[in-house]
């Protein structure tokens, strides 16, 4: 009798179901081990305080801003590209200030000279600085077709009056230009200081002559013929 029975369940049972008994045991299998594992590592982390970060925000510790030197200079061309077909001089801009609380003050009056470094040989420039501070130095350009196309330095050096100390534009903070050649501009002349001259357009005086116009001429009337009176006959 068992013996049926087990060949009449070994027929009727497919290779799916076994399948599908063994991974739900799996499953469980792997369940349980995931528990055992988790429990342990939570009742070790109990004793563990929670780790914490402080912001110091306080500038104990840290470098304070350097305060401005005294007294500053620098130096600088407005056109880094003259052309030397359109002018044979060029400024060259240098402030020499005295840092008084925070705010720049014109050093005055001061002596600077600007160290040219052409590619032939340096050539000192002198210039006094105004009420402000400000010097400008005349460089010439003219006959420098060696430094075309070359970046020419120029270094400041300022020499103020009693119990000021000098200051120099070294050559790491200098002033840059580089000449290149240029069109000449000949339809507009731009003088030193002043605004272009533009020529005014020219006025053209029209003349306008009148036409007569003739009357038209009148015909003549004729006439009328004049019908001579009859003399009347003489009564007898």
Not at 127 to 153: H, M, Q, R, Y
Not at 180 to 191: A, F, G, M, Y
Not at 199 to 210: L, R
Request: net charge positive.
């Amino acid at each position: 009798m068992r013996q049926n029975i087990w060949k009449r369940w070994k027929t009727t049972t497919s290779p799916s179901l076994y399948l599908k008994y063994g991974a739900t045991l799996l499953l469980l299998l792997f369940s349980v081990l995931v528990v055992s594992c988790g429990g342990g590592a939570t009742n070790a982390n109990l004793g563990q305080p929670d780790v914490t970060v402080t912001i110091n925000l306080g500038q104990g510790d840290g470098s304070p801003t350097p305060p401005l030197p005294g007294y500053t200079c620098s130096a600088w061309v407005t056109n880094t590209s003259p052309g030397m077909n359109n002018s044979s001089i060029i400024g060259v801009y240098a402030k020499f200030v005295h840092n008084v609380n925070g705010n720049p003050q014109g050093v005055s009056p001061a002596q600077g000279t600007a160290t040219v470094l052409w590619a032939e040989g340096s050539v000192n420039v002198t210039a006094n600085t105004t009420s402000d501070g400000l010097a400008i130095f005349p460089v010439s350009i003219a006959n420098k077709s060696a430094d075309l196309n070359k970046i020419v330095l120029v270094t400041i050096a300022f020499q103020g009056p009693q119990g000021v100390p000098p200051c120099n534009v070294t050559i790491d903070r200098a002033a840059f230009f580089t000449l290149v050649i240029s069109t000449p501009n000949t339809k507009s002349t731009v003088p030193v200081g002043g605004s272009p001259t533009v020529n005014p357009p020219e006025t053209v005086t029209a003349t306008y002559s009148p036409t007569t116009i003739p009357s038209p001429t009148q015909s003549p009337k004729p006439c009328p013929t004049v019908k001579p009176l009859r003399t009347p006959t003489p009564c007898p």
